[in-house]
C-alpha cells in the first residue's frame, strides 16, 4: 500500500479513528522523507495518550464480553483515564440476550463501546439528534410503539437532553425537565433501561447537568421507575473504585470529566410487573446487592 493509505490504516486499527488533517500532512511528510519508518510511526501512534485510552476502553468491553450476565460490581480503573472506563463494562455486561437493543446518543459514542454493543449479536438501533445513527430522533419523542425494544441503553447522555447542545452540532429545544422527559420516554419503549450519569456535587454547566445521586434516583423514580440495580464510583487518587453516597456526594465534576458516576439499571411497569421480573431474576441469580442510598 501507499504511505497514505498505511497511515489512514494505521489510524483506524491503533486510534478508531480517521487522521486528522494535521496528523496527515505531518505524517505524510514523514513517511515520505524518510525520516520515520512505517514501524516506528505505528510505534509512536501506540504510545499516544489517546491510544492509551482507548486500550482501557477496550479492556472494559473484553472484561464485560468475558463476563456479560453476571452482573459484575465492584470495578476499578486508572484514575487519568475517564468514567467510561467503568460505565463500558458495567453497562455491556448486564445485556442478558435481549434481541432488541435501543442505544441513545450513539453518534459521539466511543469507538470500543460501538464495537462491543454490536458484538452482542443483537438486533441494535441507534438513536441521536445528529446524523449518522440509525435514526434521527429527539429521545423525548421516540418514533417506535410501546415497548419495542427489550432493552435500551444511555450512557453519559440523559445529562444532556435539553441542555445546550452547540458543542455537537445539534439544535434542539432546551428544556429545563428534558431529561425527565427522556426517561418517560425510555420507559414507554423498552422493558428494561441501563442509565449511566455523572453524579456529585449539583452542577449546571449548561451542555449538561450533574445531578446529587440522591436527586438521580428521586428524578428515576418520578418518571415511572423502580431502580432496580443501582452502583456509585468515584474518581480517586488511587483510581476508580466503588463509592460511599457521602464520596459521591461531594465529587466534583472536572478538567477530565466526571469525578463520579451512578450506574444504574431502571425497570418500568406495574407494581406487578415489576414484583414478576424481580422474581424472576432472583430465581436465576444472586440477589442483587442494592448500596448505592446506604450511608
Known amino acids: 500500500m501507499t504511505d497514505e493509505e498505511y497511515l489512514e490504516h494505521a489510524w483506524r486499527v491503533v486510534l478508531r479513528r480517521e487522521p486528522d488533517e494535521t496528523g496527515r500532512r505531518e505524517g505524510l511528510e514523514r513517511l515520505r522523507s524518510g525520516r520515520i519508518s512505517r514501524a516506528s510511526y505505528l510505534a509512536e501512534l501506540i504510545e499516544t495518550d489517546l491510544f492509551r485510552r482507548i486500550r482501557a ?3 472494559g468491553a473484553a472484561f464485560a464480553r468475558l463476563h456479560r450476565g453476571e452482573r459484575p460490581r465492584g470495578l476499578t480503573a486508572p484514575a487519568w483515564v475517564d468514567e467510561r472506563a467503568i460505565e463500558i463494562p458495567w453497562v455491556l455486561s448486564r445485556y442478558d440476550g435481549e434481541r432488541r437493543i435501543l442505544d441513545v446518543g450513539t453518534v459521539f459514542a466511543e469507538p470500543p463501546y460501538v464495537a462491543g454493543l454490536h458484538d452482542l449479536g443483537a438486533e441494535v438501533t441507534t438513536v441521536d439528534l445528529a446524523e449518522g445513527a440509525d435514526v434521527v ?3 423525548r419523542e421516540l418514533p ?5 425494544f427489550e432493552l435500551a441503553f444511555c450512557v453519559s447522555t440523559l445529562e444532556h437532553v435539553g441542555r445546550d447542545n452547540s458543542t455537537y452540532a445539534v439544535d434542539a429545544p432546551r428544556d429545563d425537565a428534558g431529561d425527565e422527559a427522556a426517561l418517560r420516554e425510555l420507559g414507554r419503549v423498552a422493558a428494561r433501561v441501563l442509565v449511566t450519569v455523572p453524579t456529585g456535587e449539583r ?3 449548561g451542555w449538561q447537568l450533574q445531578r446529587e445521586p440522591d436527586e438521580w434516583v428521586e428524578l428515576f423514580e418520578r418518571a415511572g421507575f423502580t431502580v432496580f440495580e443501582d452502583e456509585l464510583y468515584v474518581r480517586a487518587e488511587e483510581g476508580w473504585r466503588t463509592a460511599t453516597l457521602a464520596e459521591a456526594r461531594a465529587a466534583r465534576y472536572g478538567e477530565h470529566g466526571a469525578g ?3 450506574l444504574a439499571e431502571l425497570r418500568p411497569g406495574t407494581v406487578g410487573e415489576k414484583l414478576r421480573l424481580a422474581v424472576r431474576d432472583v430465581r436465576h441469580r444472586d440477589v442483587v446487592r442494592r448500596s448505592t442510598r446506604v450511608p
Open 144 to 148: 417506535f410503539a410501546d415497548r419495542s
Open 260 to 262: 463520579a458516576v451512578l
Open 203 to 205: 452542577d449546571d454547566q
Open 57 to 59: 476502553l477496550d479492556d
Open 137 to 139: 430522533a429527539d429521545v
